[in-house]
Each structure stands twice: as C-alpha cells, then as structure tokens.
C-alpha cells in the first residue's frame, strides 16, 4: 500500500497538468517538480520494482533513448519514457506519473512495462539511487556548456557518483576515454559498445582528414591517470577511438557489442547499410560468438553509429537481465531499430510544399562539428540555416562555436544566419573562409522571415539544413507550426 | 615591389589548452595577416616540443581545463621556462587568455590557501575565489585610441576604438605588480579582480586577458595592434601594417550591442 503522500503528490501533479493545459501550457516538468515537493521520495517509490533503463552523457540522449523506446515497443513491450529535455528530476517524475495509468493496463493485459529515462548527466548523481536502473547507459563526454556544468571530470564524478547508487549494469562507450574509466572500480557489471576498429582504421585511412590550419579543439588527448599522450590507431571523431596509453598501459577495451562500416558509401544518405555485432561471452568450449546482423541506419550520420548500437547493447542486456533473451536478441533488437523514426531536431525530413527542409539540433562543439560534416557530405544540401541564440537554457557563452573546425567543411552555396548571437555566427562563417557575399545574416526578430526566404530560395527535390540550437530550436518549431502550418506531434 | 612578409605563429599547448574558443583568436591572427598578403606560417608546440623564440614572431596562449593545466604545468615552467621568459624580456610578441595569463604570473593560490608555483615571467599573482565571473565584458584601452587616432569615434561611446568586447568566465582574481600595467579599464564585467576597475596586463609585448568570446574576432584592431608590434619587431620600424577594413567586424559587434540592449531574460 501507498502512502498518503504518495496519493497526495500524484493528485497534485493532475491537477497541476490540468491547470496547465487549460491555459494551453506543455506540462512536461512542473507536475513532477509539485509531486516532489509533496513527497520527496516520490520517483524512488514509482520506480520500485520496476524495470528501468537510463541513459546519460552529453551528446546523443535524446536519439538513443528514442531508438530503445522503439526497439522496446517493436518488440512488444509497453513503455513509458520521458519527452525529450524533460531528463532532470521534475522531468522524470512528471513522465512517470503520467505513464501509471498505462503501466496498469498494460501490467493488467499481462503486457511487460519497461521504463526508459533520458537524464542529464549533471542531475544523475542524484536521482539515479531513486530510479535504481537495471541497465544505465553512458553515452560519451563533451564540453558542453562549461558555464554550467563546469569540467568534465567534474561531470564524470557526478556520473560515477550515481552508478554508485545503484546495482545497475553498465554500458559504457569503448572508443570515450574518459567515459571508459568509469569502469574502474565498477569491472563486474561494465560491458561496452563502440565502432570496431579494424573499419575505423579502413576508414581513416582511406579517407583521411581535411585538414584545416588548426585542429578542433579536443576534449582528452592527454591519460587521465598519467598525463602522457594517447596514441591512436584509429579515430572515428572528436576524441573518440582505438586510444591507448604507452606509459600506463591504459587502453581501449573491446566492446563486446561493435558496429562494422564502410564509408565507401556515405552515412549521410538515406538507407546507409551497417553491420552490429555481438560479441557474445565465451561458452564452454565455444569460444566467443559473434553474432552480426545487416541494418539500414534509421537516422542518418556517423554519431548515429554510437547511438544505434548503444541502444541494441542496452536492450539486448535488459532482455539478459530479466530473463527475455527470447523476446529481445540480439536479432529482434536489431531489425527492430530499423523502424525508429527521427525525433523533431533530431533528422528528421520535413516536406514543406515541394521542398524539403531538415533540423539538426546543436548544443555544443562536437555536435556542430558532426552536423556540419553531415550537411558537407550530404548530397541533397542546398543551403544551410544556423541559429544562435545565448539564453541560459543554451549557455551565455557562445565562445564554444570557434572550437569547432569549420575550416575543413564545406558549406553549401548560400548560408543563412539567425538568433540572437547571429552577429558572431556571421563571424564564425566569414573566417571559416566563406565569402561575405553568400552569408546572409538577419537578428531574431527576422529569423521567421530569413526562413521564408531560405524555404523559398532552395530548388526542389533539394534540401535546406536547418541548424538551431535549443532555444532558438524552440522558437523555430513554433514558427513552423504557426507559418506552416506543420502539426505540433513533437511534444 | 616590396618582399613578401612573413608571420609565425607560436600557438602553444593547443591540445590542452583550447577553452572556451581561444582557438578563434589564432584564427583571427591569421586571417587579417592573410587578407593583407602575409604569409603565415602556425606552428603548434606542445609538451616536449622544443620552444625556440627565434622561430617565431607572436606566442598565443590560451586557458584549459584544471585537468589540462595540470598536464602541462611541469613542462611550461619547469622546461619551456626559462625561454619563454627570455624570449619576454627579448620583447617578443604574446597574447595569453584566462588561464595561459595566470601561469605567466608568479603564483596561484587555490580555495584552500594551497599555492601553486607558476612561471614568474610577469610581476602578478591570482587568487582562486568561489564566485565565478560569467559575463559578457566591455573594456576600454588607450593604446588603441590612440593608435587608430584617425578612425576615432566618439571617446566612451560603441565607436571608440579602445573599446574591446569580450565574454569572461574565471573564478581567479589577479593581482598586478609595479612592473605590470593593467590592459583596459573596465567598462563593464569584473575584469582582473573585480575591485581595482582594471583587466588584464601588459608587461612589454606581452598582452594578458580574461578575455574568451573569443577576444580576437571581437576586437579587430586588437588583432591588428598585436601583428604590428610582432612585424615591426621583425621588419624594423619603418614597417607599416596595411590598412584593412573592419566592416564585418563592426557588423558583429553592432549585433552584439543590438542583442545586450535588449536584454537577455529569457530562461
């Protein structure tokens, strides 16, 4: 029985959600933020005794929580998950109350529920003990608004802070080194995922950098434990790659679920065919088995390599771990990611009249850097949008944009700039190398108007790249829903 | 004609030391060299590479993580040490940001009263504090005002060229020694302490900051103030910088003031 806190605090966030909606407000944090006040230990008590999986790091939530839920559903199972940027405890628990009513049903219909919840990397620390994971996931570590969150080791100490908290088995990135140490200390429950670098190797080779006059600026290239250069065999991006330390010995565990490609194909068309593997641990006499199996990349771009197996190895291990090995392979789990569809922002193609328009949310350095290579190599690009805004939401600090190495991407023909800050986008393009002449820059109050332009400018059967980061991603949705008319599913 | 010119950029520690955007400020060196026709050769030096100052003509550098400046502490004061400080008191040209300017000074002091030896190349010293200064940042800076005596907009308004731009984000308060005169005044932000009014340091060619946003892209005539020094020291005196336009510059700067007048409350 519960208690009558607990009562208390679901009434409230009801009433709360009611209250919003009537003034047509998204209710996706404040009931859960009124439901805490009421009994603090209200996401411990909606979590118990059920099967959650938790997903972390700086870049990638949002698409890797959205591939589990699918793969979860695909493969029958019912599933509540938090919507995207909710992933703080407010957030969390709003989600979870609002998904009892489909849990019971579900419980009744004899359906298995599975809770899948983003959270932010510097709030896991402490809500990781309430939600007591069965799977956590650790997806990698970027700077990503240092102004907020401060340094990364600080981020990971929070990370491993909550892993302690819980008896959760780990998934952590093969190829991150300073996501790969949360390891230590943690070597019975770890497993890993990540690129296998015999096809990151081909790949560095046969396709070498481009070279700017100056490297991005990069997050680990020093050990952590002793100080010395990482010595990289293969690199797939940012610091992220076959590493290892000639000092300390410190180096790259092979991921017992691997991802084999071939850029001689290009991941930012539709329809890229990769391989996923599983490593299986040795039976008997056995040996290791590897199981692989051929999918088409539902979401385009090589970061959505890392995103796609990491959501197969965690639901592959929940299935493991409670008892489903049938009912979630590694086989279903696979052919089941090739249903997910693209989270708004996150991808996904929107046809507005005969054009076509695409957004690709940035946060932070690594993330403009994968969208920019991703726009540089798609073939249907015909011009590119990109949105600064500065609010808190966003970081105040915009310095991060020339950390990024523009100067080996090529932009599309025409450029676009808006936000708040697009007086030190404009900037950032222009000395990249791209001529004044193909920039067009206007402020916020304009960015609806540039769209209109940019929609209008592209050809058909070409694509415009829409580049925003979160506020400015905000602003833009309602824009395309007020001026397009497009519905508003994302919520 | 005239022989072509040459710049060399010493860009130290650039894979420990790339905090909040200072790789712009290389950017913004090279590219106002390029645009006027100067050749420019960037070299990287890291841990172990050897640092000659007759190699080059300007030293950057920039701020990094706690972890990152850890990394490199032993080998900038303890190897690189006693070149680099030659090669200040030579007058050679450096710009250094946030945590490149507090490793220049002579100490550190942490929360915890725990005093990190730093080089000593320059009479300051900085105190770790609680309270970090995150802000967008406006100073003013004479040398400028009068070096661009021709272009000079209205003293104290948007158009004075000693007006320099930036964004700060530091928890240290320096502290600056005779030697050591202050960079700009502080028009708006913390600056070096946020007590005395003052930011920054100036101790021959060497150009200390706070200042990320980044600095240089911001503030053009800064950048061109540093290439001048660093080629005249080169060239000799006679040597005369192009002139070069500053027009998108001064487009970014008016979408920043643009964007501080109205105000930035949203969540």
């Known amino acids: ?65 959205h591939m589990i839920t699918d793969i979860f559903r695909n493969c029958g199972y019912e599933v509540v998950t938090n919507v995207s940027g909710a992933n703080l405890l407010s957030g969390v628990t709003t989600s979870m109350i609002f998904g009892l009513k489909a849990m019971k049903k579900a419980e009744k219909s004899g359906k298995k529920v599975i809770c899948v919840l983003e959270t932010d990397e510097a709030a896991y620390g402490k809500i990781a003990c309430q939600i007591k994971p069965k799977v956590s996931l650790v ?10 969150f401060g340094e990364l080791a600080h981020t990971r100490e929070l990370i491993a802070k909550g892993l302690d908290t819980c008896e959760a088995d780990i998934l952590l990135n093969s190829d991150d080194s300073l996501v790969s140490e949360l390891y230590k200390g943690r070597e019975g429950r770890t497993l890993f995922y990540g690129l296998s670098e015999e096809s990151m190797h081909y790949n560095n080779v046969t396709y070498p950098d481009k070279s700017g006059v100056l490297p991005a600026s990069s997050d680990a290239e020093y050990c952590t434990s002793c100080k010395t250069k990482y010595t990289y065999t293969a690199r797939s991006f940012g610091h992220l790659g076959a590493f290892s330390c000639s000092k300390c010995g410190k180096t790259r ?6 991802v084999e490609y071939d850029l001689a194909k290009n991941p930012s068309d539709e329809g890229y065919e990769l391989t996923l593997c599983d490593g299986k641990e ?18 385009p771009g090589m970061h959505n390599f890392y995103n796609s197996i990491a959501a197969v190895a965690a639901c592959v291990r929940m299935g493991e771990k409670i008892g489903d090995n049938e009912g979630l392979s590694f086989e279903k789990c696979a052919s089941a990611l090739e249903h997910v569809e693209a989270a708004f922002g996150r991808m996904e193609k929107i046809a507005i009249g005969d054009k076509t328009i695409c957004v690709l949310l940035v946060k932070n350095p690594v993330g403009l850097d994968r969208a920019l290579s991703f726009v540089a190599g798609a073939s249907d690009a015909d011009g590119i949008y990109m949105l600064l805004n500065s609010n808190i939401a966003d970081g105040k600090d915009v310095s991060w944009i020339w950390d990024v190495d523009f100067e080996s991407k090529t932009f599309p023909e025409k450029v676009y700039v808006s936000g708040d800050r697009y007086g030190d986008m404009m900037l950032r393009v222009l000395y990249s190398g791209v001529d004044r002449e193909r920039i067009i820059a206007k402020p916020m109050e304009e960015c609806a108007e540039l769209l209109d332009q940019a929609i209008s400018d592209s ?10 980061n979160y506020t400015s991603m905000l602003a833009l949705r309602s824009i395309l829903v007020k001026r397009y008319h497009l519905k508003d599913f994302w919520k | 004609m005239e022989s072509e010119k040459e710049l060399r950029i010493c860009h130290m520690y650039p894979d420990l030391l790339n905090l909040y955007g200072d790789r712009g400020n290389v950017l913004s060196l090279i590219r106002r060299a390029e645009l006027r026709g100067i050749k420019v050769k960037l070299v990287p030096v890291s841990i172990d590479d050897e640092f000659d100052e007759n190699d080059f003509d300007i030293v950057f550098l920039g701020g990094g993580q706690d972890a990152e400046q850890n990394v490199i502490r032993k080998d900038f004061v303890e190897v690189k040490g006693p070149k680099v400080k030659a090669a200040i008191e030579n007058g050679m040209v450096f710009l250094c940001i946030c945590g490149g300017y507090q490793m220049l000074g002579k100490y550190y002091q942490e929360h915890d009263g725990t005093k990190i030896e730093c080089l000593g190349a320059i009479d300051v010293y900085t105190v770790g504090e609680d309270v970090r200064y995150i802000q967008d940042t406006i100073y003013e800076a004479d040398f400028l005002r009068s070096e661009n005596a021709l272009s000079a907009g209205k003293e104290g308004t948007a158009s004075d060229p000693a007006r320099l731009y930036g964004f700060e984000n530091h928890s240290g308060r320096t502290y600056l020694g005779e030697s050591v005169k202050p960079m700009a005044k502080v028009i708006e932000g913390a600056g070096n302490n946020g007590k005395d009014g003052y930011e920054g340091a100036i101790y021959n060619n060497v150009y200390c900051t706070y200042s990320h946003g980044s600095f240089l892209p911001k503030n053009p005539l800064m950048t061109d103030h540093l290439l001048r020094l660093a080629l005249k020291r080169r060239y000799g005196e006679d040597y005369e910088l192009p002139p070069l336009g500053t027009e998108n510059e001064d487009f970014a700067r008016e979408a920043l003031l643009r964007y501080k007048e109205k105000g930035n409350t949203a969540p």
């Open chain 1, 1 to 65: 029985m519960q208690s009558l806190r607990y009562h208390t605090a679901i009434a409230s966030a009801k009433v709360v959600r009611a209250a919003l909606r009537l003034f047509g407000r998204g209710a996706t944090t404040l009931p859960g933020k009124v439901a805490v006040k009421v009994d603090p230990k209200i996401l411990q008590k909606l979590c118990a005794g059920r099967d959650c999986v938790t997903i972390t790091g700086t870049n990638g939530k949002t698409t890797t929580t």
């Open chain 1, 139 to 148: 997806t990698n570590l970027f700077r990503d608004q240092l102004d907020r």
């Open chain 1, 253 to 258: 565990h092979a991921p017992r679920f691997y």
């Open chain 1, 282 to 299: 040795k039976k008997e006499d056995a040996g290791t088995v590897h199981l692989k199996q051929k999918v088409k990349l539902p979401i």
């Open chain 1, 459 to 468: 050809a058909v059967g070409k694509c415009l790249y829409i580049l925003p």
